[in-house]
């Protein structure tokens, strides 16, 4: 009942810059926390940023300065805009969100996933 979209990946020269757009769709009643993950080739899964629904931001210390996460809360959607990127960015950047969503009278919660957003930057 709940969809996460992520859209805006690409192949990238390093030194560029980029945002990621992430829609999320359905019945939904509010949206919790969003956060944007990525997984690198032959890496685990590492948490780049998230933001409350108040706009409290967080980040990994690898991306502080470089990465901005927001939210627009009318339109259930969070962005990562990235800047100066390196090759070392190249990931599938993922977003999750937690979300109240209605199922017929009932309200219910549940942790989304998107499908993921390759990223490819070159030197």
């Known amino acids: 009942q709940v969809q996460l979209v992520e859209s805006g990946g690409g192949l990238m020269q390093a030194g560029g810059s980029l945002r990621l757009s992430c829609a999320a769709s359905?019945?939904?009643?509010?949206?919790?926390?969003m956060a944007w993950y990525r997984q690198a080739p032959g890496k685990q899964r590492e948490l780049v940023a998230t933001i409350t629904s108040g706009g409290s931001t967080n980040y990994a210390d690898s991306v502080k300065g470089r990465f901005t996460i927001s939210r627009d809360n009318a339109k259930n959607t969070v962005y990562l805009q990235i800047n100066s990127l390196k090759p070392e960015d190249t990931a599938v950047y993922y977003c999750n969100a937690g979300v109240y969503f209605w199922t017929g009278t009932y309200l219910r919660y549940l942790e989304v996933w998107g499908q993921g957003t390759l990223v490819t930057v070159s030197s």
């Open positions: 359905g019945s939904i009643h509010s949206i919790n926390d």
